[in-house]
């Protein structure tokens, strides 16, 4: 079995996996890209597993805190994989919005398609739908 440490950004989230992940008793693995990737590859740089190896290794050093280099290590490029919204995509979704409300369409948008592909954003998109469906907050 194996785990993931996600190193695109940070954030809340990402230093509680990096927490959680760091303790647990299987080597981590690394995701890496998004705009980082996009910048490398626009500046003409080559994408050798070298390259990505050695960032990998440099960011899981940092976030987890590990001093030894790994025993073993398999680089894999997978190109777009990782969900990014378009150029517009918020205003798409505002045009929306604004359709079903004049349309008074029984319907809520939510999930990552929407309002973030993290969990904790999917999480969030949940609990809104939930609310503007209910009508209220839920008590706590």
Not at 84 to 91: I, M, N, R, S
Request: aromatic share 6%; glycine share 10%.
């Amino acid at each position: 079995m194996s785990r993931t440490v996600v190193v695109l950004g940070g954030g809340i989230s990402g230093l509680a996996a990096s927490y959680h992940l760091s303790r647990a008793p299987y080597p981590p693995k690394v995701m890496m890209g998004g705009s980082w990737l996009q910048t490398l590859e626009a500046s003409g740089c080559v994408l050798s597993q070298e390259l990505f190896q050695h960032q990998a290794q440099k960011a899981a050093a940092t976030q987890l805190g590990l001093k030894e280099p790994p025993s073993y290590c398999l680089v894999h490029l997978h190109k777009n994989c990782i969900p990014q919204y378009t150029l517009g995509h918020w205003q798409k979704l505002e045009s929306a919005r604004q359709f079903l409300a004049a349309q008074r369409l029984p319907l809520t948008l939510a999930g990552a398609s929407y309002e973030g592909v993290a969990v904790n954003d999917c999480i969030e998109s949940g609990r809104q739908a939930a609310v503007s469906v209910l009508g209220t907050e839920p008590q706590s």
